[in-house]
């Protein structure tokens, strides 16, 4: 917006170096120019004020694919005057002289001429693509399509606009064509999620089969050590067993032997001492057989007399005690005799 300043009877402007101005005075230009500054009488002056930076100018379009199917294009036009003389005289730019605003609205003008333009190539496009190659590809698409359309307009030549630049950013149908179309794939990446969760479920499975059939060896390794400890320990206490019962076989045959000996010690003792005894009953016998029969009668009474510990009654009488002292006198002489011979004899 310029920079007025008014006096009595004049009026100072100050524009913009980015903004063209046009002076006309009573019909006629008299000055043209970016950022001028200067004097002029308002009854008799009317000044055109165009900008000539770039301008943006955003859009959205709601067309139909060639399926039927409402699609949105949204995005941004980037234009600039390029003729602003020439612009001038197809738009009214003419601003207030006291206030330095726009009588009308010239920049709306342009905006909305450039964006039904690009509109209209925008609907071209959607009529004849299908919903899914309008997404697929629908941005760069119609990007390229509005810039050459724009740029080869002839209206937009014939106003002295230059295109600088068009973006679209977003390209996107209804939310249920949108949320239909999102379901294969949506579908798509779940079975892709589950199949991994299956696989990951699967190979956990695997693992753990693995993991039991490790432990399984395992144990199977460890039961076949137990029973071969088992059977060697078996082994070990029957050797032991044989061992004990073979010494004990032999401490038994030992002593069996020791009491074999001892036994046939004490049989030789025995058999010597009965035979020493037999010999000397043998030999005493033989003596006692050749002595009389009075000395045998004296032996026995002897004996008889060396049992008898008491007597308690004895009967003497001359009939019974003459004939016995009789034989043992004589018997007692006899032996006497046999004595002293005996003992000549040895001298």
Known sequence: MADIKRFPFLRHIRSEPSVHVLHYRRGRLVGSGRGLAFWFVPLSSSIAEIPCDDRELPFLFH????????????????????????????IDFSIDLAKGRYLKQPIEQIAQTVTKIAQQLAWDYMAHTEVRGI?????????QRLRSGLLEDP???GLGLEIVGVLVSDVAPVAEVEKAMQTPTREAIQQQADEATFQRRALAVDKERAIQENELANQIELARREETLIG?????????AREDGAAQKIGAEAAAEREALVARAKAESIRAIEKARVDAERERMDVYRELPTQVMLGLAARELAGKLRRIDHLNLSPDTMGPLLQSLLHAGTRHLEQTNDGSEAEA
Do not use: Y
Not at 135 to 143: A, D, F, Y
Not at 232 to 240: L, V
């Open 63 to 90: 067309g139909r694919s060639s399926d039927f199917q409402d699609v949105t294009a949204q995005g941004v036009v980037t234009c600039r005057v390029v003729d602003p003389e020439r612009l001038a005289d197809r």
């Open 135 to 143: 997404l697929s590809n629908g941005t760069e698409e119609i990007r």
């Open 155 to 157: 209206l937009l030549e």
């Open 232 to 240: 060697q320990r078996g082994q070990n206490e029957q050797r032991r």
